[in-house]
C-alpha cells in the first residue's frame, strides 16, 4: 500500500447535464503555509479538520509513517504498534484520526487514533485486509475490506468498536469513501462498472451516477447536510468533477481549461476542493464555491499541487517542487 497508489485509485476512484463552468484565475487573498515533518522525504496531507492536518510521509528508508498537524503548526508523528507503513487518511474535529498500516507480512489492518495518541487496531469480521478511510465527529469510521476471495465490501464501525458490513445490491466489490456526523455513507461500487451510492445510518442504499457518466462514478466526500461530491468519467476517458444535491440534483464542472478534474473535499457550507490537469501534465489545485464559482492556486514553487481536503475557509494538500513532495495548509482569507 502507498500513497501514489491510493492516489492513481483516486484518479479512478474520487451531473445530469454537463455544464462546464467559467473558472476565475483572480488572485484572491490566500495564505499557504508549507510543511513536513521530520526526516520526511515525502509528505502527503490527507486531511484537514478544526483539530489539524493528518497525513502521513515516507523517512530515508521509505518507509511510511502517519502524522498529525496541529493548528499551531507542532507536528506529531506516529505508529500503530508493528506497523510497517502507516496511511493516515482522515481527522474529525476532536482530534480522532483513522487510517490503515501494514503488518510485517503486509496484511492491512484499520486504526484509530486518539486526540491523547492511544491507537486501537481493528479488522472487519473476516477480513483479509481491512481498509479505514474516513471518521466522522461521533467516531464512527467507514471504510472497505477485503475477504478470502478477495472481494471487497463496505464496513462501517460504530465509537463502540461494533462493526457492521455492507454492500450495494448487485455490488462485486464495494468502497467507503466519507462517512457525515449523521452516518450517512458514500462511496463506489462496481458491478462490472463503478457507480455512486449513499447509505444513511438505517442501511438504506440508493445508487446514482451523472448522465454523462459512462466509464465509472467515484463520489469521494460527504458533507454534513448529505451533498456529495467527486468524479466521474465519461466515453472518453476524461474525468470530471460533480456535486449531487441533498434532493439527488447532479450538477458536472471543470476547472476551464481542465483534461481531467478530481473532486475530494466538500466543506459544511458547501465549497468543494480538488485538483484538475493542465495540457503541460501538471496539476493545480481548485475550490469551487456552492454557487458555482471557481478559484484556481498552486502552492509555491510548485511543479504539482493535489488538494486533498476543505475545512471552512482552509483546505490542505501536497505539492511537488525541485526539492521533493511536502504538505500544505492554505488559509483564505
Not at 456529495?228 to 465519461?234: E, N, R
Not at 458536472?252 to 457550507?269: K, M, Q, R, V
Request: proline share 3%; charged share 15%.
Amino acid at each position: 500500500m502507498t500513497h501514489d497508489s491510493v492516489f492513481a485509485t483516486s484518479l479512478r476512484v474520487t451531473g445530469a447535464t454537463v455544464a462546464l463552468l467559467a473558472c476565475s484565475h483572480a488572485a484572491i487573498a490566500a495564505k499557504i503555509t508549507t510543511f513536513d515533518p521530520s526526516g520526511s522525504t515525502k509528505t502527503w496531507a490527507n486531511s484537514i479538520s478544526n483539530a489539524g492536518i493528518a497525513g502521513s510521509y515516507d523517512d530515508s528508508s521509505k518507509v511510511q509513517h502517519g502524522f498529525v498537524r496541529a493548528s499551531d503548526g507542532t507536528i506529531t508523528s506516529f505508529d500503530p504498534p508493528g506497523s510497517s507503513n502507516t496511511a493516515a487518511l482522515s481527522i474529525n474535529a476532536k482530534g480522532s484520526i483513522t487510517g490503515t498500516y501494514d503488518d510485517s507480512s503486509d496484511y492491512a489492518h484499520g486504526f484509530v487514533r486518539t486526540s491523547g495518541g492511544s491507537i486501537t487496531s481493528f479488522d472487519a469480521s473476516g477480513a483479509r485486509d481491512t481498509f479505514a478511510n474516513c471518521v466522522n465527529a461521533k467516531g464512527a469510521i467507514a471504510g472497505q475490506y477485503y475477504d478470502s476471495s478477495s472481494v471487497q465490501h463496505g464496513f462501517v464501525r460504530a465509537s463502540n468498536g461494533t462493526i457492521t458490513e455492507f454492500d450495494p445490491p448487485g455490488s462485486k466489490g464495494t468502497y467507503a469513501e466519507s462517512i457525515n456526523a449523521k452516518g450517512t455513507i458514500t462511496g463506489s461500487y462496481s458491478d462490472g462498472s463503478s457507480h455512486g451510492y449513499v447509505r444513511t445510518s438505517d442501511g438504506t442504499i440508493t445508487t446514482f451516477d451523472p448522465t454523462a457518466s459512462t466509464d465509472g462514478t467515484y463520489p469521494a466526500s460527504i458533507n454534513a447536510t448529505g451533498v456529495i461530491t467527486g468524479l466521474y468519467y465519461d466515453k472518453n476517458d476524461v474525468s470530471h468533477g460533480f456535486v449531487r444535491a441533498s434532493d439527488g440534483t447532479i450538477t458536472s464542472f471543470d476547472p476551464s481549461g481542465s483534461l481531467n478534474t478530481t473532486a475530494t473535499g466538500i466543506s459544511a457550507n458547501g465549497t468543494i476542493t480538488g485538483s484538475w490537469l493542465d495540457s503541460s501534465g501538471a496539476w493545480h489545485g481548485y475550490t469551487r464555491s456552492a454557487k458555482g464559482k471557481i478559484v484556481t492556486f498552486d502552492a509555491p514553487n510548485s511543479t504539482w499541487t493535489i488538494a486533498t481536503g476543505i475545512n471552512g475557509k482552509s483546505n490542505s494538500g501536497w505539492f511537488k517542487d525541485s526539492n521533493g513532495q511536502h504538505g500544505f495548509l492554505r488559509t483564505a482569507r
